[in-house]
């Protein structure tokens, strides 16, 4: 019903900055809460950060000051603008996102993932 297209990941120096993006498509009545997660290597999945339709964001603790989460309502699409990035930022990204469908059943959806590799 309802998918999410992840793009921007890649390779980059410790230093480096990359921008990840997320559009959402399908039966969307409305799209609430849209945010990036990630999961490095032998790490649980964690929350990396996530914004509401009103622009309210949240970030973990371990990315506050570097990366900034922004969203385009009109395009339900949301980016994550990462800078300063460490090697131990090396995870993969996923995407995730609440919706209320057309047929007003709340979903959770998550993408398939980008990789993110920071090398020292």
């Known amino acids: 019903q309802v998918q999410l297209v992840e793009s921007g990941g890649g390779s980059v120096q410790a230093g480096g900055s990359l921008r990840l993006s997320c559009t959402a498509s399908?039966?969307?009545?409305?799209?609430?809460?849209m945010g990036w997660y990630r999961q490095g290597p032998g790490k649980q999945r964690e929350l990396a950060a996530t914004?509401?339709?009103?622009?309210?964001?949240n970030y973990a603790d371990s990315v506050k000051g570097r990366f900034t989460i922004s969203r385009d309502n009109a395009k339900n699409t949301v980016y994550l603008q990462m800078n300063s990035l460490k090697p131990e930022d090396t995870a993969v990204y996923y995407c995730?996102?609440?919706?209320?469908?057309?047929?007003?059943?709340?979903?959770?959806?998550w993408g398939q993932g980008t990789l993110v590799t920071v090398s020292s």
């Open positions: 995730n996102a609440l919706v209320l469908t057309t047929d007003l059943t709340r979903l959770e959806v």
């Open positions: 399908g039966r969307i009545y409305r799209n609430d809460v």
């Open positions: 914004i509401n339709r009103g622009d309210r964001t």
